[in-house]
């Protein structure tokens, strides 16, 4: 359903994307590959969030502060809790507010997201279709806004989806959906986000 949204965005419907947001809580138990680091959530998880911001908004990250959270509760040796505000190039703000020690309360896997345009507004939790709003009218009793349903999914949302758009694409000679050298911008987000949560203050993304 991502494909959708990110449709919806590029054909102009949300007007000058200002906001996105990206809300993730899940309970994770420890495991092997993670259980050391210093910065699990943001070394192992957050990229995800910070590739379809990327693919959402259609521009680099520039800047970012970030705040890790550790409660000993959770088991890990580092943080798995981070909260991040990234600047854009095109002006507009992702924050991503993200969690492997939720007490409850869980968002799916995909996240849950928000993104705020200059002329209509979307949700979308991870599952199911995005939803639009576009304000229409203020009226005495309150704001009129005309509300849509993001249909027509191409693949499902998950890990499998990715194998047939990559046969898609070698069957047509065509670049792949996500390319390896594209990726790079996004894990340039994830080092600038850990080196912002040491430092306590704003880093730059430093761009291939």
Known sequence: MVERLRDWV???????VMFLDCELHRAVEPFPRVEALPSPLLADMAIHAFDQ??????????RVRCRELRPPEA????????????????GAVFTYR??????????????????????AAARWEGSGSPV?????????????????????AIDPNDHPAAVPALLRAV????PAPTEAADNIR????????????RTGGWVEVEQP
């Open 10 to 16: 590029g054909g102009g419907e949300a007007g000058r």
């Open 53 to 62: 911001a990327r693919n959402l908004a259609g521009a680099d990250a520039v």
């Open 75 to 90: 088991g890990f040796a580092g943080a798995p809790v981070a909260l991040c505000t990234f600047e854009l190039e095109d």
């Open 98 to 119: 993200g969690s492997w020690a939720a007490a409850g309360h869980e968002t799916p896997w995909f996240g849950r997201w928000r993104i705020d345009g200059t002329s």
């Open 132 to 152: 639009t709003e576009r304000l229409l009218e203020h009226t005495p009793e309150g704001p009129r806004f005309e509300r849509r349903t993001l249909e027509g």
């Open 171 to 174: 069957i047509a000679g065509a």
């Open 186 to 197: 996004s894990l340039a987000m994830v080092e600038a986000a850990i080196a912002a949560s």
